[in-house]
């Protein structure tokens, strides 16, 4: 078992066959929260200036980023998709068989808020997770306490 994100999950398609040799589920529901489970997405925030020079071209890229045809190639071989043409779409549910064991923890799903510094963001969240998994008798409310301090200092 491991918690690994569905990006993950076509790479291990290519060697084993979903539902025979492996298979996935969201993550376990904390005991005494269970009526408060959300999954959470986290995304690369793309943010435009409002002074940008060149504000057709950020059009057109943005675009480009939001294409059902673009959105289907990435989603079908990589990350999953909010574009519900997409995930409903044959080839989408062809290439990601997993897709509908994760309907209902995805219709829960909270967006993580943006940040200007999110590539920060998100290496302090890396590491506060290698640090529970590579620490397990430390509290956890000791390492939560130590990576929030970290958090805090971006703003």
Same mark, same amino acid.
């Given at each position: 078992m491991a918690p690994? #994100?569905?990006?993950?999950?076509p790479l291990i398609q290519e060697e084993m066959t979903?539902?025979?040799e492996w298979t996935a589920a969201p993550q376990p529901k904390r005991p005494g929260?269970?009526?408060?489970?959300?999954?959470?997405? #986290? #995304?690369?925030?793309?943010?435009?200036?409002s002074?940008?020079?060149?504000?057709?071209?950020?059009?057109?890229?943005?675009?480009?980023?939001?294409?059902?045809?673009?959105v289907s190639e990435v989603a079908k071989r990589y990350q999953p998709t909010t574009n519900s043409e997409?995930?409903?779409s044959e080839e989408y549910v062809e290439a990601k068989p997993w897709a509908a064991d994760f309907e209902e923890a995805f219709s829960n799903t909270i967006i993580m808020p943006s940040h200007i510094k999110q590539g920060?963001?998100?290496?302090?969240?890396?590491?506060?997770?290698?640090?529970?998994?590579?620490?397990?008798?430390?509290?956890?409310a000791e390492i939560a306490?130590?990576?929030?301090?970290?958090?805090?200092?971006?703003?």
């Open positions: 690994i #994100g569905d990006n993950i999950f979903y539902g025979e929260a269970e009526s408060n489970v959300h999954e959470l997405w #986290g #995304g690369w925030p793309m943010m435009v200036s002074k940008t020079e060149h504000p057709e071209a950020v059009m057109e890229v943005l675009k480009y980023l939001s294409d059902t045809e673009i997409v995930m409903q920060e963001v998100m290496n302090i969240l890396v590491d506060a997770q290698q640090e529970a998994l590579q620490n397990t008798e430390r509290d956890p306490a130590e990576f929030q301090e970290k958090l805090n200092e971006l703003e």
